[in-house]
């Protein structure tokens, strides 16, 4: 399972202070190449989790199986991290293909546009 968005900053936050620390106690010299290694861990954080190889398949936090099964998996904002799509990170189900396949399984219509 990949890390939540929450998790990724927790993560971010901890390396910062640990370099702080570690800038007081090492040589400006050894604090680089471990500010180094910092950074391949945070550039690596998105693809923890996912299996590798950016296919699609984990589940968006706060989204239902269902929603999952019938909308997710055949949406083109679903990635090996989760869903790209901002409106769903900050309100899971809140997004047009969630909704959409909500009223339709509910019977309602769309609004047709009129001209």
């Known amino acids: 399972m990949a890390l939540s968005n929450e998790e990724k900053?927790?993560?971010e936050e901890a390396m910062q202070v640990y370099l702080?620390?570690?800038?007081?106690?090492?040589p400006q010299a050894q604090v680089q190449?471990?500010?180094?290694?910092a950074k391949g861990i945070l550039?690596?954080?998105d693809s923890v989790g996912s299996g590798g190889g950016g296919a699609k398949g984990n589940k968006p936090g706060g989204?239902?199986?269902?929603?999952?099964?019938?909308v997710c998996q055949k949406c083109d904002k679903l990635s090996a991290t989760g869903?790209?799509?901002?409106v769903t990170v900050k309100f899971p189900g809140k997004c047009?293909?969630?909704l959409k396949y909500e009223n339709e399984?509910?019977?309602?219509?769309?609004?047709?546009?009129?001209f």
Do not use: F, M, N, S
């Not at 190449?33 to 290694?37: D, M, P, R, T, V």
């Not at 989204?63 to 019938?70: G, Q």
């Open 43 to 45: 550039e690596k954080l």
């Open 96 to 98: 047009d293909p969630i």
């Open 20 to 26: 702080q620390l570690v800038a007081r106690q090492l």
């Open 83 to 86: 869903c790209t799509d901002k």
């Open 9 to 11: 900053a927790l993560v």
């Open 63 to 70: 989204i239902t199986d269902e929603w999952y099964k019938k």
């Open 105 to 114: 399984k509910r019977g309602v219509k769309g609004r047709e546009k009129e």
């Open 33 to 37: 190449q471990i500010a180094q290694i």
